[in-house]
């Protein structure tokens, strides 16, 4: 849990009927309209598809970088090393002044013209700042077909930007970039930190969750109040959830560690607000959650940077991987249809990063009509339920193969925990409930092979310990991750798959 701290915390008032606005006599049912509230997209989105907007930033700088190194080189070529110098020296200071003004934080509160006149400013400060340090050295101006060319790097870069704002409206519209964020508590904070977000758009406020519900309003400033921390824990929208705010009674201790022991099941960041005395404290620590521009609310194992070197791993090393593997693919698929009626392929809902459902693609192999689409039967030694075919490619695990489309669309990795069926059970109970930090699995992509898999925990799961055990190998490899980690695993996969036959698959 993240702890956003303020001093001289105070107690905080509920809120009132008369301050939310609202009766709470019989909680009428919502219509669809309440029950979004003013700050929820019209279409959520899980975060595996979510824009990092520091990462965006980013990027959007460094083609401006490569624009200006593109017209320096064009603009000097040819010519001596005294020639060129004015205009890298104004590309390069121009690059510089457009970081230091703020031209790549785009603000939810700035437009486009905030934008563009911060860009003009930089393009004059760098000019006049070239003049005079030309001037200064050298005596002279710079001759007019480097101002040619410095005017056409400006155009250039007034183009760009208005091509980033666009995007950045457009990933906006579509919930892509802003953060969604669900609070915890109907108190006077949540409905401060409600009204911030309202001013500033740079948070989405989805819903409010409270573990006393009978005295919670049914919306604060329009966000609804969605139900109890039980209604929480399994919601709907929580693979679309950056982060968990929990806004209580500053003082209430007990009640602090009881909510955060309850909510320490889900795979969200968690963060507690404190309240405070003064106006200024409490707005510094509401800033850090409503008012921090293009800034990731939570994170959810890894950062920006190497969610996006593995990223381009995945699709990278999945590609190579499907034009090789394509003919195995293919002979797998014509035997699966020579040995047993029905589908070539199976699919499957299972657990996805932050616990969002999808469906995973396999190789049946298991008899069309007892084919186990919920999990809820784990295959154990000579299960009657399996094909032929289907014994060998689950032995070798070729029938994880078509899980490549699952890479390449972005909802599973090469390497990561692997993928549970929604409602799995151990014997006769969840194995989501066997161990209190199995969600911390989901923080990550799962994968097509893992940290676990190389371990031995392959197959299933259908003993209390063997479930604490695969989750603790799971959760060490999400704490572990990096680039040569994963091709270390790779590396051990097949040799390992292929010698280890005890595992029952």
């Known amino acids: 849990m993240i702890l956003i701290h303020t001093p001289d915390a105070l107690n905080c008032p509920r809120l009132s009927n008369a301050e939310s606005g609202l009766s709470v006599a019989n909680r009428p049912q919502a219509d669809e309209a309440d029950r979004r ?35 320096t080189v064009i603009g000097s070529w040819d010519a001596p090393a005294v020639a060129w110098l004015p205009l890298t020296m104004a ?3 121009l690059s510089w002044t457009l970081d230091q003004m703020g031209v790549y934080r785009f603000s939810a509160r700035d437009g486009l013209p905030v934008r563009l006149s911060r860009l003009l400013s930089a393009s004059l400060l760098a000019a006049l700042g070239t003049l005079v340090a030309m001037a200064t050295a050298a005596g002279k101006a710079p001759e007019p077909g480097q101002a040619l060319w410095y005017g056409i790097a400006v155009s250039l870069l007034f183009t760009s930007n208005s091509l980033w704002s666009l995007l950045v409206w457009r990933w906006r519209r579509r919930g892509l970039l802003t953060p969604n964020i669900v609070v915890v508590g109907a108190t006077e904070t949540a409905r401060r ?44 929208i929580m693979p679309c959830v950056d982060q968990v705010v929990i806004t209580v009674k500053s003082r209430a201790s007990a009640r602090v560690r009881a909510i955060a022991d309850r909510l320490a ?3 969200n960041t968690i963060s507690l607000v404190l309240d405070a005395d003064d106006e200024r404290s409490r707005s510094a ?12 609310l939570g994170g959810s194992g890894m950062d920006a940077r190497r969610a996006m070197i593995k990223r381009l791993q995945d699709l990278i090393v999945g590609s190579i991987a499907l034009i090789l593997l394509a003919p195995v693919m293919v002979v797998v698929a014509i035997l699966i249809r020579l040995d047993s ?10 657990h996805g990063f932050q616990s969002e459902e999808i469906r995973v693609w396999k190789f049946r192999s298991m008899r069309h009509d007892l084919t186990d689409h919920l999990g809820a039967q784990q295959v154990t030694g000579g299960d009657a339920r399996v094909t032929a ?15 490549l489309f699952n890479v390449l669309a972005g909802e599973m990795s090469l390497v990561g925990p692997r993928p549970h069926a929604v409602g799995m059970k151990t014997g006769d109970v969840e194995s989501s409930r066997l161990v209190a930090e199995y969600a911390h699995r989901n ?19 259908d003993t209390p310990e063997l479930v604490q055990r695969r989750v603790a190998l799971d959760i060490a490899y999400i704490d572990r991750q990096s680039f040569w980690f994963d091709l270390w695993i790779m590396a051990l996969t097949v040799p390992c798959l292929l010698g280890d036959r005890s595992v029952v698959r």
């Open 265 to 267: 099941v889900l795979p």
């Open 193 to 236: 930190m409600i009204e911030a977000a309202l001013k500033s758009r740079e948070v989405h406020v989805v819903g409010v969750f409270d573990d006393r519900l009978d005295r919670a309003p049914r919306t604060i400033l329009g966000v609804p109040v969605l139900g109890a921390l039980d209604d929480l824990i399994d919601h709907r």
């Open 341 to 350: 009626p029905g589908p070539v392929f199976f699919r499957q809902r299972r």
């Open 285 to 296: 620590a509401l800033s850090q959650v409503a008012n921090a521009p293009m800034a990731r």
């Open 443 to 461: 923080r990550m992509k799962p994968g097509m092979t893992g940290w676990a898999a190389v371990n031995g925990s392959r197959g299933p799961v």
């Open 389 to 403: 075919v289907g014994r060998f490619i689950r032995k070798t695990s070729l029938d994880e193969l078509p899980q």
């Open 91 to 93: 590309c390069l200071v």
């Open 37 to 71: 509230g003013p700050l929820r997209p019209g279409r959520l989105t899980p975060l595996r598809g979510r824009i990092e907007a520091q990462l965006a930033a980013r990027i959007f700088r460094w083609l401006d970088l490569a624009i200006l190194g593109l017209v």
